[in-house]
């Protein structure tokens, strides 16, 4: 470097230095697009819900029984001054609850005309895959449980089943409550 250099000279020097030392961009073909979802857990299974499907994650609230419901009906809670109804969502899969109620979490699911909360077992948080990994699975396959909102699933320790809310919210047998 010469004292004769004026400012702009010397921007136009590290401006180059940085060029030459700069790492490359991975080409196109090396970049893998993530999937991201909600981990949670039922019993001993472990599902992810995809982002755009879950609007919140609730510890468990009070809940207000309701008379003449299903069991997997835990009641309604004030969640900021809507009624949100809870759903046991392990009672509705089958599954039972466990007895822990400092990891229980609900999942509001805000879908059309449906506002609802899910109660899980435990929350794991976010939850990022490759997007190739997903393997998609029959839709009615009978070794898995809840099979219709079942989207897919990433193999893996342990295996993760994409569960879709939504098609959940859609099935006729979730809104039918009364017993």
């Known amino acids: ?7 702009f000279e010397l921007l136009l ?15 196109q073909e090396t970049r893998s697009h993530s999937w991201s979802g909600i981990g949670f857990r039922l019993s001993d299974h472990w599902y992810v819900a995809p982002m755009g499907e879950v609007a919140e994650v609730l ?8 008379p003449g419901v299903k069991p997997w009906v835990k009641g ?5 001054g809507r009624l ?5 969502l392990c009672g ?4 039972t609850l466990t007895t822990v109620r400092k990891q229980r979490r609900v999942l509001v699911i805000e879908h059309e005309d449906i506002f609802v909360g899910l109660l899980v077992d435990e929350v794991v948080g976010l939850q990022h895959f490759a997007q190739d990994l997903l393997e998609r699975v029959p839709s009615q ?10 989207q897919g699933q990433f193999s893996g320790e342990p295996l993760w089943q994409v569960f879709s809310p939504f098609a959940l919210a859609q099935a006729r047998g979730f809104l039918d409550v009364a017993a």
Not at 76 to 80: C, E, I
Not at 92 to 95: K, R
């Open 76 to 80: 309604v809670a004030n969640l900021r």
């Open 1 to 7: 470097m010469t004292e004769s250099q004026t400012a």
């Open 92 to 95: 509705f899969l089958g599954h």
């Open 59 to 66: 510890h468990e609230p009070r809940c207000t029984l309701m």
């Open 84 to 88: 949100l109804p809870v759903i046991d």
């Open 141 to 150: 396959s009978p070794a898995v449980t809840g099979a219709a909102f079942i």
């Open 13 to 27: 020097d590290i401006d180059r230095r940085c060029r030459v030392l700069a790492a490359d961009l991975p080409s």
